[in-house]
């Protein structure tokens, strides 16, 4: 193991598509790109070429062969193929458990046991794929930027990048699942003849200054995270506090109130996993602790 290939499979488990024929394997990486400006009107494809091809660079002699690259409207595609029986394809299956799809994929236990420095790589990898900030994303004060890692239809993954990100000490401020409890508590969309509104992506939050030490090799988002983290610390500081007092807190560690919410029969619906299926809750936290993520 090392740091290129950590991030590789930061990105395959991130994004990524496996596809196997009777002799190849073709790994695919899809970077989206919701929007066509960052925050500061720059043009956020040409920022992500630019990024493609440092990573590229770092990345093809891992791989012993050349990258494809196709960049669509709405995203950007790596992809490379290579034989079944070449060792780097046997290594990553191994440590996505064999999963063809992000859809499908858990965190191989082996991962845990890597280097801290190779974590992060990861975590950066799968980042770089499915993470965002805006200033859109604040907590509340306008100040309390976020960075969004959106994972869809993926429950247990959600929890497996939870408890890597606790690994190397970066809380968790919240996670908006894609059940009726969290986007949809209060029927406004049931109420409205959407009832499966609530069948979106996953989002995990992470205060921006928290992030810092995973960060982007995308180079736009990597500039707006440093920005909005500066923004979110000089904030506090300016006030005469510091930030992680606030920041750098995990939720077992944030005293709640409890709130109880409305009965609702889409708890047992198939979309969500069956371990969790037909429960209520209340909180985004409970959810959390019974896939798995908590103290």
């Known amino acids: 193991m090392n740091n290129e290939m950590a991030y590789l499979l930061g990105m395959v488990c991130g994004n990524g598509e496996i596809k196997r024929s009777t002799t190849d394997t073709v790994v695919s990486i899809d970077i989206p790109h919701k929007k066509e400006k960052t925050d500061s009107d720059e043009d956020v494809k040409l920022h992500i070429k630019a990024s493609i091809t440092d990573i590229r660079s770092v990345l093809e002699p891992l791989i012993d062969t050349g990258f494809s690259f196709i960049q669509n409207k709405a995203s950007s595609v790596l992809s490379f193929r290579k034989p079944n029986t070449d060792y780097l394809m046997r290594e990553i299956l191994r440590f996505v458990g064999n999963a063809s799809s992000h859809e499908s994929v858990r965190i191989s236990n082996d991962i845990f046991s890597f280097t801290r420095d190779q974590k992060l790589q990861f975590l950066r ?15 509340i004060n306008k100040y309390l930027h976020r960075v969004y890692l959106e994972v869809p239809h993926n429950w247990e ?13 970066v809380p968790v401020q919240n996670i908006n699942w894609g059940h009726p409890s969290c986007r949809d508590a209060n029927f406004k969309y049931l109420n409205k003849g959407n009832p499966n509104a609530w069948k979106k992506e996953h ?15 995308i180079s736009h988002k990597e500039r707006a995270l440093e920005q909005l983290a500066r923004e979110l610390t000089d904030t506090f500081t300016e006030a005469g506090r510091d930030a992680r007092s606030t920041t750098h807190r995990f939720y077992w560690e944030v005293k709640s109130i409890r709130k109880e919410k409305l009965q609702d029969s889409r708890v047992n619906d198939d979309f969500i996993p069956e371990s969790i299926r037909g429960k209520h809750y209340n909180s985004w936290k409970e959810i959390a602790r019974d896939l798995g993520y908590g103290q």
């Open 125 to 139: 990898g799968f980042a770089d794929t499915t993470g965002y900030i805006r200033r859109s994303n604040h907590y």
């Open 203 to 217: 989002q995990i939050k992470i205060f921006a200054n928290e992030f810092l030490v995973v960060g982007f090799a």
């Open 157 to 169: 993954l959600v929890a497996d990048i939870c408890n890597l990100l606790k690994d190397v000490n």
